[in-house]
């Protein structure tokens, strides 16, 4: 059993999705699968998802028809063996210790999630992310939404890492 799943939903996002799956193939955290739920694709993203499939043990794929970015979230978790639980949308770029960190996190604490920042690409480079500079504006271990309400702010699922006991 894996310590961390991560589903990855994708539809039509070629352009971004060998970005996105490099970057969790070059995480820290070494006790790892991928779950790839291809929503229907029509433009060549499924062939590279399968080229990681076939290269990297850690990846698997499963397709489904169109159904949405949420459900092919929830069509993934069946498949998701580990521990704990994060989700990445397909033109995401992850940092190559986020789940080291998180997970160490969540390992050290008994808490039920934690929570990463985030930072936008654009036409201005790299910056952060208004949103979360908002919602999590410092580090806590063992916090509660009651004692920061600004971290209602984020309403993100790709941010997380989830206890899958939560």
Not at 66 to 93: K, Q
Not at 127 to 147: K, N
């Amino acid at each position: 059993m894996a310590v961390l799943s991560v589903v990855v939903p994708f539809h039509d996002v070629r352009p971004y999705l060998r970005a996105c799956l490099e970057s969790l193939a070059r995480q820290t955290l070494e006790d790892l699968e991928f779950i790839l739920v291809d929503d229907g694709s029509t433009d060549g993203s499924s062939a590279v998802a399968e080229e990681y499939c076939a290269s990297d043990p850690r990846f698997r794929l499963v397709i489904q028809e169109n159904l949405g970015c949420g459900l092919a979230r929830n069509t993934g978790v069946p498949h998701a063996n580990g521990e704990y639980l994060t989700f990445v949308d397909a033109d995401d770029v992850v940092h190559h210790r986020a789940y080291e960190r998180l997970v160490g996190s969540l390992a050290g604490s008994g808490s039920d999630f934690a929570i990463g920042t985030a930072a936008r690409f654009g036409s201005l480079g790299v910056t952060p992310s208004y949103v979360h500079q908002q919602a999590v504006i410092r580090s806590g271990i063992g916090t509660h939404i009651s004692q920061h309400p600004e971290l209602v702010l984020d309403r993100m699922a790709w941010n997380k890492v989830y206890r899958r006991t939560f």
